[in-house]
């Protein structure tokens, strides 16, 4: 069904691998070849990537093993919460230390802080706690599909995963120590670390007014569980509605910045061409005249009930799949069987929140021989998906519409 | 945010897939001993595998520069000229 599918009959070997030591994480390579990648990825993929188990994971797409990049396969997007066991895996730096909550402690403060403190994981979890449904995407998710192809992860579809993040506000936690008037940026470090000491730390910040927004919290519960070792134990940022660089894992420093945050992490990389996408949310004090932060999340919708070229039956057929945005929340989303001529709304599903994935379907009646079904998002500020790329160096947001062939008969 | 000295980089060179990390296998050539001992020591070289067969020998070079400049790798000017003919060769458009 899947182009490329193998089975993933490796249930057991993920469970055994669960309680053994963490930090360089016990490799286990689920299948010698063969994973059910995107269409478009660079094919340099179809040798490389392997069904993998990471400790504590279900099988993934495995594309880097040092530093750990791993995708969801589409089969695991079929559900509008991913489990913790099928959320993607991505790391820019491989030494990944084993954090003990029990001695885990976030540095607050920096030069535009009137004062600084630090917190223990028990104080974290004694602030006023909040859930939240959202997407956590890569910015890079999709890349692998840029054409002509960009150098990076070579992501498909599967850089992304939706989860109740339960935590505390980081506007409360600032409130520790209080923001000063010429406060301008907020930056973050995580526990992890480069293998070389001439590497550049992973450092992020966000605009204090994004920091400080309701939603953004510090999460250190994940669907309801502890946050896996692989997406940011014992805590970690959460920045509803922009990508997921700024969703700092493992989470150590919080520092409020009177000048810009510096660093190849800020600039030159995660970065879009100044004009080329419809964003609303702007990162003005690290903003120049050619380039800009990424920000938030594009509206997006992908189809995760069949792939192209697969079989269907003749007749009715349950198209189904998500569709997310930066936080302003699904409108529609409209298939067409005529290559876009004609659109009809499809159902939408459980709304679990403007930032979380939408379900949708729609009935399709299969005509014998070959349909084609594409899908685009509307989001509630009227935004849609593209229909061509709108290509850009580090291949992020790409939004273009899908179009599927599926065979009747 | 934990800092490895000089020495132990210099070990990871010696060594440069960490325990239990499936070997991952490039295409033998002129240069592979440099990229596996030097692009190894900091990522697995399935990256490379990845990012195939899509840059030109100016993309490949590109790439090992970003490698010294951006990240800080200590690949010799010598080296780096095998690893980026290396790459363009047996990873190349």
Known sequence: ?409 | MRIFAIAVFVALAALPAAADEPTVQLKPGPGLDKVEGNCGACHSLDYIQMNSPFLNAAGWNAEVTKMIKAFGAPISDADAKDIAAYLAKNYGT
């Open chain 1, 1 to 409: 069904m899947l182009t490329r599918r193998r089975v993933l009959g490796t249930a057991g070997a993920g469970v055994a691998l669960a309680g053994s030591g963490l930090g360089w994480p016990k490799f286990f390579q689920a299948e010698a070849a063969g994973a059910p990648l995107s269409p478009g990825v660079p094919a340099g993929l179809d040798s490389s990537a392997v069904m993998a188990t990471l400790p504590g994971k279900k099988p993934l797409i495995k594309l880097s093993y040092r530093p750990p990049n791993y995708e969801s396969p589409l089969q695991y997007f079929r559900t509008p919460i991913t489990p913790n066991d099928q959320f993607f895996v991505r790391y820019h730096l491989s030494d990944i230390p084993d954090v003990d909550a029990k001695t885990y402690k976030i540095e607050v403060g920096g030069d535009g802080a009137n004062g600084q403190t630090e917190i223990t994981f028990d104080d974290l979890k004694k602030f006023p706690a909040y859930e939240i449904a959202a997407v956590n995407q890569c910015s890079g998710s999709r890349r692998g599909l840029s054409s002509p192809h960009v150098a990076g992860v070579e992501w498909g579809y599967g850089a992304m995963g939706c989860a109740r993040w339960k935590g505390a506000r980081l506007k409360d936690v600032l409130d520790l120590v209080g923001l000063k008037p010429e406060a301008i940026e907020i930056a973050f470090n995580g526990a992890e670390g480069p293998a070389f000491d001439k590497t550049p730390d992973f450092i992020k910040s966000l605009p204090v007014w994004k920091a400080i927004d309701e939603s953004t919290l510090i999460a250190y519960e994940m669907n309801g569980e502890p946050l896996p070792h692989f997406n940011g134990y014992p805590a970690r940022l959460i920045v509803p509605g922009w990508t997921g660089t700024y969703w700092m894992k493992h989470l150590i420093s919080i520092t409020a910045l009177t000048k810009p945050q510096g660093g190849f992490w800020m600039n030159p990389a995660y970065r879009i061409p100044v004009g080329e996408f419809p964003i609303v949310a702007r990162f003005i004090t690290q903003e120049n005249a050619t380039s800009t932060p990424i920000t938030e999340i594009v509206v997006n919708s992908l189809i995760t009930s069949h792939t192209d070229g697969v079989k269907v039956k003749v007749g009715h057929n349950t198209i189904s799949g998500l569709a997310w945005d930066g936080g302003y929340g699904i409108r529609t989303v409209e298939a067409s069987t005529d290559g876009g001529t004609t659109w009809s709304a499809a159902k939408l599903g459980d709304d679990l929140g403007r930032y979380a994935f939408r379900p949708w379907s729609f009935q399709l009646a299969a005509k014998r021989g070959k349909n084609t079904v594409m899908v685009n998002a509307t989001n509630k500020i009227g935004q849609t998906q593209t229909a061509t790329l709108l290509f850009n160096p580090a291949g992020y947001h790409n939004n273009v519409m899908q179009s599927l062939t599926l065979n009747a008969g």
